[in-house]
DNA sequence: TCTCATTCTTGGTCCGTACCAATATTCAGA
DNA sequence: TCTGAATATTGGTACGGACCAAGAATGAGA
């Protein structure tokens, strides 16, 4: 028996991030945060324990650091990287709620680039499933995800209508930490129009997905075709320094 | 006078990571890097540093930790998160000639929009240039941006045929540092298509930008039209804690 | 041979100190 | 009053030490 268990004791640097989080809240931008060194002594902690709250307050663009000035609020703090979410989640935070009907699911062979990108032989089988998923009961998107059968035996015995990933956490332990993503834009053809409800002729997103665990092993591959007219994808980006 | 001369120091946890990534690329997916504390007698410096040079080799995604096991290098180097660039550092990274046809280039004033995410008064001007951008000498986007006029005096007496960020760079000193982005798919209309080179109701990516400075003052407001059938956008995302 | 508790290894957190580099401030001199 | 050098302040880099927590390896016992 392996209790997990986990203590989820927070770190001091974490807790000193989320109290100067819900300080700069109140604060203007561009208004200055208190010195380091000030902050270690009011925090009662080190110096190195506020930069390392403040290293992780600069990653998420709430403030920005110039040496020999200070520490200031950024402009806008509601910048936000895209994250690796589930259609669950990501209509959850657009304030939609979330559908599903389930179009396909079952068990094929691992053929051509699916194969490839899962790493799979051409002997192993992958589980294929087609889902319509619906916000607010209208149709959002086409998903057509790929997961090797090797790795989750039985899902198909689960509830498919509600979140994969919740699944796979709570059910196999896999939680997909990175993906690589392309973007594309494409005419709707007639079939994939009538299901997503709008006329043919109309655009669409395509999202190629494939996640990975922390050990960078593939664990889902998904592709899906989103309506142009009601969803957009909104991210942040930063100059890459060298 | 005011020698700006940055003497570019280089400092150990920088030359470390460079070391390091010059070593991993000859290392296979998932083996084991050096503990941190041999890397740090190994190199004559201390844990503290190594564990930099490691975080940033980690944003990077060129390798991952798991606590009480190791440090190994990560499956897929390739994966790069998508960061802030000009069309012409765009077009040299996938290996085509950039070229520019300049089709608008004028003094007018803000409004509505535009002027709201600038931040300008209804009484101050922009500069708007309107460009088709070349790959290979064929068209490959329609860029439409606002600047500033206050912050670039002078801007459109420049040759606009190259790279805007360069010019803002070596004759303004402003260096966009993050930029806002929104994403959509779209059926080009007859003069768009006309201009892009292929036929009406064909389909194109839309990518809104919002850059701004360090300060996080706006500084760029783009609007791109990818001819679909040329453009993707490739990017990694990460699952977020918290 | 297998299981499970123990021990070891490894990354994660935290402290205190010291010095460097860029910016802001002060103040003497023109 | 203004200019420019000297000084103080602030973030950036670096060291060394200590202990914690999670995974890996070991070894005793069933």
Redesign the pocket.
Same mark, same amino acid.
């Not at 989820?8 to 807790?15: A, F």
């Not at 650091?65 to 520490?71: E, M, S």
């Given at each position: 028996?392996r209790m997990v268990m =986990?203590?989820? &004791?927070? !770190?001091?640097?974490? +807790?000193l991030r989320r109290r100067l989080l819900h300080d700069i809240e109140r604060l203007a931008p561009h208004q !200055?945060? !208190? =010195?380091? @060194?000030?902050l270690?002594l009011r925090h &009662?902690?080190? @110096?190195?324990?506020? @930069?390392?709250a403040?290293e992780a307050l600069v990653k998420a663009g709430a403030v920005y @650091?110039? +040496?020999?000035?200070? =520490?200031f609020v950024a402009d806008q703090i509601i910048s936000k990287s895209v994250s690796l979410t589930s259609f669950t989640e990501d209509m959850a935070g657009r304030g939609l709620r979330p559908g599903t009907r389930v179009l396909v699911a079952d068990l094929i062979g691992a053929r051509g680039r699916i194969c490839q990108e899962l790493r799979l032989g051409s002997e192993d089988e992958v589980v294929r499933l087609v889902r319509l998923r619906l916000a607010d009961e209208a149709p959002m998107c086409l998903e057509t995800a790929y997961l090797p059968a090797a790795r989750v035996p039985g899902l198909l015995d689960h509830d498919m209508t509600g979140s994969l990933y919740s699944v796979l956490d709570t059910k196999y332990g896999i939680i997909p930490v990175v993906a690589d993503q392309v973007v594309e834009a494409l005419v709707l053809g007639d079939s994939d129009a009538a299901l997503l409800g709008v006329p043919p002729g109309t655009a669409a997103l395509r999202v190629r997905r494939l996640a990975t665990d922390q050990r960078g092993v593939p664990v889902e591959r998904t592709t899906t075709l989103y309506r142009a007219d009601r969803y957009d994808i909104r991210f942040t980006i930063a100059r890459q320094r060298c």
């Open positions: 028996m =986990t203590g989820h &004791r927070v !770190p001091k640097y974490e +807790q !200055p945060l !208190p =010195t380091e @060194r000030d270690a &009662r902690v080190s @110096r190195a324990t506020v @930069r390392h403040l @650091r110039v +040496q020999g000035a200070g =520490t």
